[in-house]
């Protein structure tokens, strides 16, 4: 009986290892797979463009639909947390600036929410959205 006991514990003990090894999420390689991609979301007839330059930094610009830079390129940061990611001081100017805040990224899909500003100083109407990038 106690061989038999060793036996069932030595593989209950094999099982748990795997499980713990294999299910674990590993924030490091989101982050290191984010360095140097390039991401892009059509908006009207331009692109918007993110760049994540390195482990926490970000950029962002306006292109045409042959990736030209239109306009300025802004900065900010990240942080990621399993799929999520979080931005800190991110925005792209096109008529308006917008806000990036947050969102999930699925494989070459990242989903990011989003707000911007419309009216006068004073009177001003804040509107959310969701715009989906793409790894190019």
Known sequence: I???????FGLMLLCATIITVTSCDND?????????????????????????ESVNK???????????IKGDVYYGTY?????NITFNN??????YKFYFTD?????????????????IPGDKERFYDTK?????
């Open 28 to 52: 490091d390689e989101l982050i290191n797979s984010l360095q140097g991609t390039i991401w892009t979301a059509s908006y009207a007839d331009e692109l918007f463009v993110i760049e994540f």
């Open 103 to 119: 969102g999930t990224i699925t494989g070459n899909n990242m989903k990011l929410n989003c707000w911007w500003e419309m009216g």
């Open 58 to 68: 970000v950029s962002g610009y306006r292109a045409d639909s042959n990736g030209h």
């Open 79 to 83: 942080t990621t947390n399993g799929s």
């Open 90 to 95: 991110f925005h792209i100017v096109n008529f």
């Open 132 to 136: 989906t990038f793409h790894r190019k």
């Open 2 to 8: 106690q061989s038999i006991m060793k036996k069932i």
